[in-house]
């Protein structure tokens, strides 16, 4: 393995850890899920039914079978 | 962040999500009453559409670069016709474990949080596939 081998896979590790960060801190989160953030998922949810835009965006469109 | 990265963040990020059942507790003042379950489903099913939508904008918008690999778009237009209806299915079926928690509808929950979860393994796939010679990837 060459050093700059090594440097990329340090840098590309790095950029993960920052990328990561915060997902890794809210599961180290302590205490529950607040009504605040229950809201949130379950808005996020309702966003999703039929009729919602979720699926709407040009890169939703297929070609016919 | 270079395209590397930006695939590497891409796929650990799926892979968490398949990984991840949440850990906190809930607070059961919150609109989930304390459902654990009812809780988890929903933030897969949130999660898994993110990860999914974001999919097929990358093959959007980097068609031209993607097309040695016609899998790929193949695959999209699966993810395209069919995925309104995995979400239509798992939140019908969500409703009807919130009314009725019994075993049946929480059986009936998990089969269709895990088809939905099945599109997340096979868009992992194409993901390494692609690998870093590709464009960037261009998300929202």
């Known amino acids: 393995m060459t050093p700059a081998v090594i440097l990329a896979l340090a840098d590309l590790a790095l950029g ?14 302590n205490g529950d899920v607040t009504p605040e953030e229950q ?6 949810v309702a966003a999703l039914r039929p009729g919602g835009t979720a699926f709407g965006g040009p890169e939703w469109e297929a070609p016919p079978e | ?34 459902d654990k379950i009812l ?15 974001q999919f097929v904008l990358w093959e959007f918008n ?20 069919n995925a309104p209806q995995w979400f239509s299915s798992a939140i019908t079926v969500r409703d009807a474990y919130k009314l009725a928690p019994t075993s049946e509808n929480q059986a009936a929950l998990a089969k269709a949080v895990a088809t ?25």
């Open chain 2, 1 to 34: 962040m270079n395209t590397k990265k930006s695939r590497a963040y891409l796929i650990l990020t799926i892979l968490a999500l398949l990984a991840m059942p949440a850990c906190r507790g809930l607070d059961p003042a919150g609109v989930y009453g304390g």
């Open chain 1, 39 to 44: 809201e949130a998922l379950d808005a996020r």
């Open chain 2, 116 to 140: 939905i979860r099945a599109a997340l393994v096979e868009i992992t796939r194409y993901y390494v596939r692609a690998g870093p010679a590709l464009g960037p990837i261009k998300t929202p």
């Open chain 2, 39 to 53: 809780y988890d489903a929903d933030l897969a099913i949130a999660t898994s559409y993110d990860t999914i939508h």
């Open chain 2, 62 to 81: 980097n068609r031209e670069a993607l097309s040695s690999i016609p899998e790929i778009k193949k695959y999209a237009d699966t993810v395209r016709r």
């Open chain 1, 16 to 29: 993960m850890l920052e990328k990561l960060a915060p997902a890794i801190a809210n599961l180290a989160k």
